[in-house]
């Protein structure tokens, strides 16, 4: 069993950065692909990016490209996405999820975190 605790959402600005993070419970941390998620009001949950398990490949929706960056530390069983240059279309709920492998994806997560707010306003 992985339990998952995001953190570091709020209001920000147009413009601004926020740093999600995403804590891991479990000691096979490293065996598992990561991703970042999010869903508005009334639109479906989407994928932003994801990481494997090792950090030596990412994936990134096209909306997250040249903005977002992921990155893990598999010694502290945590991964971050660093949120720049943010648009009022990214207001979300913002969610982890893992999955034992190389990749994940919505449908394929095993884990998944509470989610954490993120609002930029304009």
């Keep these: 069993q992985v339990q998952l605790v995001e953190s570091g959402g709020g209001l920000v600005q147009a413009g601004g950065s926020l ?3 995403c804590a891991a419970s479990g000691r096979t941390f490293s065996g598992y692909a990561m991703g970042w998620f ?3 009001p009334g639109k479906e949950r989407e ?3 994801a990481i494997s398990g090792s950090g030596g490949r990412t994936y ?3 909306s997250a490209k040249g903005r ?3 990155s893990r530390d598999n010694a502290k069983n945590t991964v971050y996405l660093q949120m ?3 648009k ?3 207001t979300a709920v913002y969610y982890c999820a893992a999955r034992s492998g190389s990749y994940v994806s919505a449908q394929s997560a095993d884990y998944w975190g509470q989610g954490t707010q ?5």
Excluded at 118 to 122: D, E, G, I, L, Y
Aim: aromatic letters at 12%; proline letters at 4%; glycine letters at 0%.
């Design 19 to 21: 740093r999600l993070s």
């Design 88 to 90: 009022p279309e990214d």
């Design 60 to 62: 990134y929706s096209d």
């Design 84 to 86: 720049n240059s943010l």
């Design 118 to 122: 993120v609002t930029v306003s304009s």
């Design 38 to 40: 999010r869903q508005a």
């Design 47 to 49: 994928f932003v990016v």
């Design 68 to 70: 977002f960056t992921i």
